[in-house]
């Protein structure tokens, strides 16, 4: 795959650029280790200093990175600027509760007697270089959300953007350097993912964090578990959204609109496989079939537009391949299904839709939608909902629409995924702890538990 910035919503090729030479990739490896040395003893309160510098530049720069990764991506700019202003926030989240977060352990008075030390505490100290390899969905908000609890514990970082993004992963090298951290604390390796390899074994790199598709996660997972070296893996989704009959329907029309077309249904945790109780299936799928006809699809940077084009040609195609599929197989296409007419020639759109009579046996049913197509499930209880929610390889996030407690408590009793959202849609907050379960990974991100995963856990034992 070239590295290159090229238009999705008309294809033209903006700008190509050079993969890094390995005499570069060293040369920057040696800095990153050179860098950690320091690094790794400077306090809280200084870095803390560097990321607020960062979060205000990134404000500052907000209309103008949005629009860089609007051109490279697709994404409408509406959802570009808000992606920065998510960015500072989590920044800032994190300058402020860092130190917290990792501040020395003391364990219990009887334990510590018991192990017959004077004194014992458990300190989070950072594990070095980290490799970050990043997807193109959410360009700036993937890679912010390891950098910031990476470089506030001490780490340094080099990312591996994906190769459609590149503007965006040079815009954060440079955001980091021009607020102030030290040079080589973070690194954008412009390479390709077969670079990926002989960085992840190089001995001075200690951990790697890959949000991306399942067979990426699996080859970097593979690779780390051979140089025994820590890694996180966020990998696709295939959320379920279930909607029982207390729920407020048309709210859960409306934002099951949004949760299924958001960044152009290119979302791990989007929902995706909507599974209605069949009281209120009819009314429902009345309002959200209609919702997805209303969207408006267009330029994405066009202040009106709510769905832009696909951010490559393969991701349309392994799209339409998925829902042709399905409609041979006997599915039926409630709205869309197809390539809107006023961009059949150019760009790598696809019209919002809404598939149903999906069975067990369809790829559809199995497999991630990445891009804007629900499908759409009747069910007659909780126990057939939660059977079919659960019925994926994945297991990122999951939403119930229910105003039954008891309900709700069997439903976060037992669906397999890592997050839960009931009466509303999924989204990451820096405050919560973000991952999947099956095979949408493992480790989290973000909260205490994303900053504590790159740390060495270290106990220190005083004896008497
Ligand atoms: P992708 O093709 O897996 O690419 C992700 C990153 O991995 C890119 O930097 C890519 O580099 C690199 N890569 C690909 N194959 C690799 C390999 N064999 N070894 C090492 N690196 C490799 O995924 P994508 O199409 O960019 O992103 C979409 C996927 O990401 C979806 O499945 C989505 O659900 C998932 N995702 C998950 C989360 C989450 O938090 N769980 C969040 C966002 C997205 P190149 O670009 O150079 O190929």
């Not at 929902?271 to 997805?292: C, P, Q, W």
């Not at 809404?354 to 939608?369: F, G, N, S, W, Y």
């Not at 990451?428 to 949408?440: D, E, I, V």
Request: glycine fraction near 8%; proline fraction near 5%; charged fraction near 25%.
């Amino acid at each position: 795959m070239p590295i290159a910035t090229v238009n999705p919503a008309n294809g033209e090729t903006i700008r190509v650029y050079d993969a890094l030479p390995d005499d570069e990739i060293e040369r920057r490896l040696a800095l990153a280790a050179e860098t950690f040395r320091t690094y790794r003893t400077t306090t809280f309160f200084e870095r803390a200093r560097l990321l607020q510098a960062a979060a205000d530049l990134l404000d500052a720069d907000r209309d103008d990175i949005a629009r860089v990764m609007t051109t490279e991506m697709g994404k409408p700019l509406m959802a570009a600027r808000a992606e920065a202003a998510k960015c500072a926030k989590a920044m800032r989240w994190y300058a402020e509760h860092a130190a917290e977060l990792l501040s020395d352990e003391h364990p219990a008075a009887p334990d510590v007697e018991d192990s017959g030390a004077a004194s014992v505490h458990v300190r989070y100290r950072p594990l070095g270089v980290v490799l970050a390899v990043m997807p193109w969905n959410f360009p700036l908000w993937q890679v912010v959300r390891f950098a910031a609890p990476a470089l506030m514990a001490g780490n340094v970082g080099l990312l591996k953007h994906a190769s459609n993004v590149p503007q965006t992963a040079l815009y954060l090298e440079d955001l980091f350097r021009r607020a102030g951290f030290p040079e080589g604390c973070f690194q954008t390796l412009l390479v390709g993912s077969r670079a990926v390899e002989g960085i992840l074994r190089d001995r001075r790199v200690a951990a790697a964090t890959l949000t991306g598709s399942e067979p990426a996660g699996r080859s970097v997972g593979a690779i780390a578990s051979d140089e025994v070296k820590k890694t996180v893996l966020e990998l696709g989704g295939s959320d379920p959204y279930v909607v029982m009959p207390s729920a407020d329907v048309a709210k859960a029309a409306q934002v099951a609109v949004t949760a299924r077309t958001q960044n152009n249904g290119q979302s791990c945790i989007a929902a995706k496989r909507f599974i209605v109780h069949t009281d209120v299936y009819d009314e429902f799928t009345r309002l959200f079939v209609s919702g997805m006809r209303d969207l408006k699809v267009g330029d994405p940077m066009d202040e009106n537009t709510q769905v832009g084009p696909l951010a490559s040609e393969q991701g349309r195609t392994d799209l339409e391949e998925l829902v042709d599929d399905a409609v041979e197989s006997g599915a039926t296409v409630l709205c869309g299904g197809r390539r809107p007419e006023a961009y059949a020639k150019a760009g790598w759109f696809y019209e919002p839709t809404v598939i149903t009579d999906i069975t067990q046996d369809m790829r559809i049913h199995l497999e991630e939608t990445f891009g804007p197509v629900a499908t759409l499930y009747r069910v007659s209880d909780l126990d057939e909902a939660v059977a079919l929610a659960n019925d994926t390889p994945f297991g990122l996030s999951s939403n119930v629409w229910t105003h039954d407690t008891a309900e709700i408590d069997r439903f976060a009793r037992d669906i397999e995924a890592g997050g839960v959202y009931v009466n509303g849609m999924t989204a990451s907050h820096p405050a919560f702890p973000f991952g999947g379960a099956k095979r949408s990974g493992y480790g989290r991100e973000l909260a205490a538990h994303g900053i504590r995963e790159f740390c060495n856990i270290t106990t220190v034992w005083v004896g008497a």
